[in-house]
Nanobody, 115 residues
Framework: QVQLVESGGGLVQPGGSLRLSCSASGTIFNAYNMAWYRQAPGKQRELVALITRDYSTNYSDSVKERFTISRDNAKNTVYLQMNTLKPEDTAVYYC?????????WGQGTQVTVSS
């Protein structure tokens, strides 16, 4: 069983920055592909960014050049650095761990971008 705990969400003004963290326990972290998803009210959950076991990354078009995903295997943690935030980035952000047929989710952290 894998436990994922997100942190770092909050209220930020447009143009501001936040860094989300997702700490994993109960697993061999470096064996997992990690990803961040988000879900805005009334919308489906969508992929924001992913980082594979070998550090390959991919981003949704809406966050390219603004968000950066990274991982620290020594700390069992994946990060999402979010810059130049926009109101449309407002959502609950979820961390996901995936390996073979196994998928685990965190409980989510709220990000609100508003003046």
């Amino acid at each position: 069983q894998v436990q994922l705990v997100e942190s770092g969400g909050g209220l930020v003004q447009p143009g501001g920055s936040l860094r989300l963290s997702c700490s994993a326990s109960g697993t061999i972290f470096n064996a997992y592909n990690m990803a961040w998803y988000r879900q805005a009210p009334g919308k489906q959950r969508e992929l924001v960014a992913l980082i594979t076991r070998d550090y390959s990354t991919n981003y949704s078009d809406s966050v390219k050049e603004r968000f950066t995903i990274s991982r620290d295997n020594a700390k069992n943690t994946v990060y999402l650095q979010m810059n130049t935030l926009k109101p449309e980035d407002t959502a609950v952000y979820y961390c996901k761990a995936q390996r073979l047929v196994y998928t685990y989710w965190g409980q989510g952290t709220q990000v609100t971008v508003s003046s």
